[in-house]
């Protein structure tokens, strides 16, 4: 089944404890975004992958960090979280950028709680 | 700027009434795509459309329509007789050429929350 998995789905933390949400495609995607969503602001952007080693910030970048070492995974790094980094993820993949053509599918996101 | 607008925060109907969803959107290029999303209370996204610039035919999939109109930068969508497992969050959202050629940003209204009660 074509899918993006993401791990874990819940997550309570601290504050500075690095952790890493992964994330995973079994489509053979070229393009993988991850996405903060919070109440009343909606979906933001916060990194995105064109290809293998190809990464560029979203809009809301900073506390994060990404890598695209693999075509199938692009992890999401949070070296010292924050309690404004509370939020739920979502990963996505696309086969190409163009979004028109080869929309976006979605993880089924992560909620992350930092205390 | 925002580029897309969901002026609507929260709307309630009652079953079977019909229901539109507003989405007012800004952009500088000629070519763009919308898209419309559903998020159940579930939590996980599901694509409903996606409708490029050039095509401003209205569209009908059993209850649901939307309605593109460039002259007024809208992206509308409604429900007809709408249901009890239509209650979601809808998000409209744009994709655009803004910052060069790179066409895989993808930017979304702020969401409109349904609620239909039986």
């Known amino acids: 089944e074509a899918q993006v998995t993401q791990n874990p789905r819940y997550l309570i933390t601290v504050t500075g404890k690095k952790l890493t949400v992964t994330c995973s495609q079994n489509?053979?995607?070229?393009?993988m975004s991850w996405y903060r969503q919070d109440p009343g602001l909606g979906l933001r952007q916060i990194y995105y992958?064109?290809?293998?080693?190809?990464?560029d910030k979203g809009d809301v970048p900073e506390g994060y960090k990404v890598s695209r070492k693999e075509k199938r995974n692009f992890p999401l790094i949070l070296e010292s979280p924050s309690p404004n980094q509370t939020s739920l993820y979502f990963c996505?993949?696309?086969?190409?950028?163009?979004?028109?053509?080869?929309?976006?599918?979605f993880g089924n996101g992560t909620r992350l709680t930092v205390t | 700027a925002q580029k897309v607008t969901q002026a609507q925060t929260e709307i309630s109907v009652v079953e079977k009434e019909d229901v539109t969803l507003d989405c007012v959107y800004e952009?500088?290029?000629?070519?763009?795509?919308l898209f419309w999303y559903k998020q159940p209370p579930s939590g996980e996204l599901v694509f409903l459309i996606r409708?490029?610039?050039?095509?401003?035919q209205n569209e009908i999939s059993g209850r649901y329509s939307w309605n593109f109109q460039k002259s007024t930068s809208s992206f509308n969508f409604t429900i007809t007789a709408s249901q009890v497992v239509d209650s979601a969050v809808y998000f409209c959202?744009?994709?655009?050429?803004?910052?060069?050629?790179?066409?895989?940003?993808?930017?979304f209204g702020r969401g409109t929350q349904l609620t239909v009660w039986p």
């Open positions: 489509m053979n995607h070229e393009y």
């Open positions: 959202a744009l994709s655009d050429l803004d910052r060069g050629s790179t066409l895989g940003r993808l930017y």
């Open positions: 992958s064109m290809n293998v080693e190809v990464t």
């Open positions: 409708r490029n610039s050039f095509d401003e």
């Open positions: 996505a993949s696309s086969l190409w950028g163009d979004l028109y053509n080869s929309p976006l599918h």
């Open positions: 952009t500088r290029d000629t070519t763009y795509y």
